[in-house]
């Protein structure tokens, strides 16, 4: 069973930076999709970054392109997300989630869904 613990939430200033983190662990194989989604107050959920370790192709949403880059460690544990010039529409809950190679989003389009969650990690930015 894939287990995702995020953290690094909290309050910050427009304008300014936060480092979010995601220990993955549980992987049954080494074809999966993983990334990080989020969801404001009275909005649906939405990708906002994620990354296939089939062909490492990657997907960042629009409204993040340039302000937001997800990395992860050489042992592919963990997963990043470096958020700078933050602005108060960026505040959310942030889930970091995965899905497995067979699982039911492994066929939908780069961070359309995923199959495993974290509990997620809350960004509020003040203007």
């Known amino acids: 069973e894939v287990q995702l613990v995020e953290s690094g939430g909290g309050l910050v200033q427009a304008g300014g930076s936060l480092r979010l983190s995601c220990a993955a662990s549980?992987?049954?194989?080494?074809?999966?999709?993983i990334g990080w989604f989020r969801q404001a107050p009275g909005k649906a959920r939405e990708g906002v970054s994620c990354?296939?370790?089939?062909?490492?192709?990657?997907y960042y949403a629009e409204s993040v392109k340039g302000r937001f880059t997800m990395s992860s460690d050489s042992a592919k544990t963990a997963i990043y997300l470096q958020m700078n010039n933050l602005k108060p529409e960026d505040t959310a809950v942030y889930y970091c989630a995965a899905t497995e190679w067979g699982g039911s989003m492994w066929y939908r389009p780069l961070c359309y869904g995923a199959d495993s969650w974290g509990k997620g990690t809350l960004v509020t930015v003040s203007s």
């Open positions: 990354i296939s370790s089939r062909d490492g192709s990657t």
């Open positions: 549980g992987f049954t194989n080494d074809a999966y999709i």
